[in-house]
């Protein structure tokens, strides 16, 4: 009964993210699929037809790019990924234009990095970019800007990009398309409703490398429950499925589906958590772990272990001497000072070392 709920829940969604991954796209060769492509197009201007707000997370441009340039595997070096990826932008974006207009539809490309992301005010801007393109009725085309990312301001995969960017739009459902119908359990059977991401579903999952495409379900669980601890609902359907899009948006049961608890973490925290990546880890014991879930701040006098170089501001997260991950935070100290400062008493400036302000609890 109570997935059922949950699924009929979607058909009030207004705002929403999809994401295709590039095995859904494209053909062996890395080609794009124009017939495969036009039937999503018809199911993402349908919603936006009807009233929906979408943005599109659409991975495969590499995989474009190398075909374009007679490449038959996916290069392992960054230059050749990231020329890839601009020769098969151009060819993508091309097709979806036309697409979409056939469907009266207007885009916008919207390239990101992780980089982008994880500064405040770029961060708002980018949020501001995708929301006017989205009032004024313009689906953003998403990807990573893969021709100049590096591995240090890379997303990872689409999945996280599609996750962060259905936080960033606060969307009322976000939709990650695979070759596959959502998660299966031990027998093969589809797994139709997880409250969850826990270790027991992530052991039923048996990815297999590819030479076009980055991400697995692996990938995608992790990148839903992300969007979920933020309110987000998130189906994992698959892309390949004539009209699926417009059957989880009626309620119907399609993929695996992943409800969210309540949430209630500001966007300044959404920020904190998610959208930054930790530069070092502090080691606290019982009683500060304690005194955090309580809503308290970081004290020195809790902290065990300082691990990594970082300056004041960094993003640090929060373990336990086990090794639980406790929370993350902005630090007013860098790892010097609070080395020198942990498990002292202290008054003052220095009686904080992350301000509760400035914390996530996990």
Excluded at 131 to 141: G, K
Excluded at 197 to 211: I, N, P
Aim: overall charge positive.
């Amino acid at each position: 009964m109570t997935q059922k709920i949950h699924r009929e829940s979607l058909k009030n969604a207004k705002r929403i993210v999809v994401k295709a991954g590039s095995k859904v796209l494209v053909q062996r060769t890395g080609r794009p699929d124009k017939r495969r492509l036009g039937l999503l197009v018809d199911d993402l201007a349908k919603l936006q037809n009807g009233g929906c707000e979408v943005a599109f997370v659409s991975s495969g441009a590499v995989g474009a790019g190398l075909d374009a340039l007679g490449m038959k595997t996916r290069p392992k070096a960054m230059p050749d990924l990231q020329m890839a990826a601009a020769v098969g932008q151009i060819r993508l974006m091309s097709i979806y234009d036309e697409l979409f207009s056939q469907r009266a539809c207007r885009v916008g490309q919207v390239l990101l990095t992780y980089d982008a992301l994880k500064h405040r005010e770029r961060h708002l801007n980018a949020r501001n970019t995708l929301l006017n393109l989205i009032a004024n009725r313009i689906v953003p085309i998403i990807n990573e800007n893969d021709a100049i990312s590096t591995e240090e301001i890379k997303f990872g995969d689409n999945d996280v990009l599609a996750a962060l960017v259905a936080i960033l739009v606060d969307a009322d459902a976000l939709v990650l398309l695979s070759t596959t119908d959502g998660l299966r359990d031990s027998n093969n059977a589809r797994v139709s409703y997880i409250e969850e991401v826990d270790d027991d579903v992530l052991g039923l999952v048996a990815d297999k490398q590819d030479k076009l495409s980055t991400g697995g379900m692996a990938s995608k669980l992790k990148s839903a429950q992300i969007a979920a601890r933020n309110g987000v609902p998130v189906v994992i359907a698959n892309g390949r499925k004539t009209g699926v899009l417009t059957r989880i948006f009626e309620g119907k049961n399609e993929g695996t589906l992943l409800f969210p608890k309540e949430s209630n973490i500001s966007k300044r925290k959404r920020w904190i958590a998610f959208f930054n990546r930790a530069e070092g880890h502090l080691v606290v014991d019982d009683g500060a772990a304690d005194a955090m879930a309580k809503g308290k701040s970081l004290l020195p006098v809790g902290i065990r272990a300082v691990e990594g170089s970082f300056k004041i501001g960094a993003m640090v997260d929060v373990r336990s001497v086990g090794g639980k991950h406790l929370a993350r935070g902005l630090t007013a100290y860098s790892s010097e000072e609070i080395s020198g400062l942990m498990g002292q008493k202290t008054s003052g400036k220095s009686g904080v070392v992350i301000h509760h302000d400035n914390m996530v609890i996990l």
